[in-house]
């Protein structure tokens, strides 16, 4: 199924791409972004849009996340990612060493928007998925 949605989704993004200008692009963007209501505008944009993410964009992110779902084709739910980001801060309380999850997400997150994706990749496949409800019952179980 999730080949199916690949494939299709593919062959829309590359329809018609080389008939249009840049030009043509901005100016389809501008409209769009012009639709949308002012109360519904991130502050900022695009500049806030182009800075490189620091700890507590990520952290804020994820304390946000709704528990019990997931973001991606991995099905991990953000209370896997919660639970890791706790297990850091009471390792850290007993100067016990710890995984930083939210500097790793950073410095990868960071690493995409100065770097790009490579085109083999499949890392964009996960955004094209619709979230899906995950009930997570061992939150405590890592």
Do not use: C
Not at 24 to 30: I, L, Y
Not at 46 to 63: G, Q, V
């Amino acid at each position: 199924m999730a080949e199916i949605a690949k494939t299709y989704h593919d062959s829309i993004q590359a329809a018609d791409t080389l008939q249009h200008t840049e030009e043509d692009r901005r100016n389809a963007q501008e409209r769009s972004l012009n639709e949308i209501p002012e109360n519904q505008k991130l502050g900022g944009y695009p500049d806030a849009m182009n800075e490189i993410l620091k700890e507590e964009h990520i952290l804020e992110a994820l304390t946000l996340s709704k528990s019990g779902s997931a973001s991606g084709m991995d099905g991990i739910p953000y209370n896997v990612w919660k639970t890791l980001h706790q297990k850091h801060i009471e390792a850290k309380k007993n100067d016990k060493p710890s995984f930083n999850l939210i500097k790793v997400m950073t410095h990868v997150l960071n690493d995409i928007q100065v770097h790009g994706v490579l085109a083999e990749s499949s890392f964009t496949i996960g955004w094209m998925l619709l979230r899906t409800r995950i009930e997570y019952a061992n939150k405590g179980n890592l």
